[in-house]
């Protein structure tokens, strides 16, 4: 009895940690993001060094866009036509960031998201750990990035 009622104050305890992402929270995806490191579903790491390519998300309430950039040493971005439209889903089981292009759909679970970093994971179990960049002026030329 005493075992089995630890476990379910350890079960309860361990569920309750789970963030809750609110609608509030979604703002904080605007902006550049760069992949960090990839988390594999059996507990390989793969981190990433200096990265050419950035996500630029723009999304407003529920709705936006996910753009691939390309940082340049002036410190501005080059944009691609690469873009997926965004929908943000709220459900019981976690929030979700569904993806859709002329060519497919996929959806990413939220599992968290502050200022500085976010994490997904998509349907293959691998989580995806993005940090917030800003534009770097490598060439010093005294211009100021925006």
Not at 11 to 22: A, D
Not at 27 to 39: F, R, S
Request: charged residues 30%; proline residues 1%.
């Amino acid at each position: 009895m005493k075992n089995s009622f630890i476990i379910l104050v350890l079960s309860l305890l361990f569920v309750s940690c789970k963030e809750q992402i609110k609608p509030a929270d979604i703002a904080k995806l605007n902006g550049y993001w760069e992949i960090e490191k990839v988390v594999f579903d059996e507990g390989d790491v793969k981190d990433y060094g200096m990265n050419e390519n950035f996500d630029f998300f723009q999304i407003k309430g529920t709705k936006g866009t996910r753009t691939k950039v390309m940082a340049q040493l002036d410190g501005t971005f080059l944009t691609t036509n690469t873009f997926e439209n965004v929908s943000v889903r709220f459900t019981d089981k976690g929030t979700f960031l569904d993806y859709k292009t002329d060519y497919a759909k996929w959806s990413e679970e939220l599992i968290s998201v502050s200022d500085k970093e976010f994490v997904v994971k998509n349907e293959q179990q691998k989580e995806y750990h993005y940090k917030k960049t800003a534009p770097i002026n490598i060439l010093n030329d005294g211009k100021k990035t925006k």
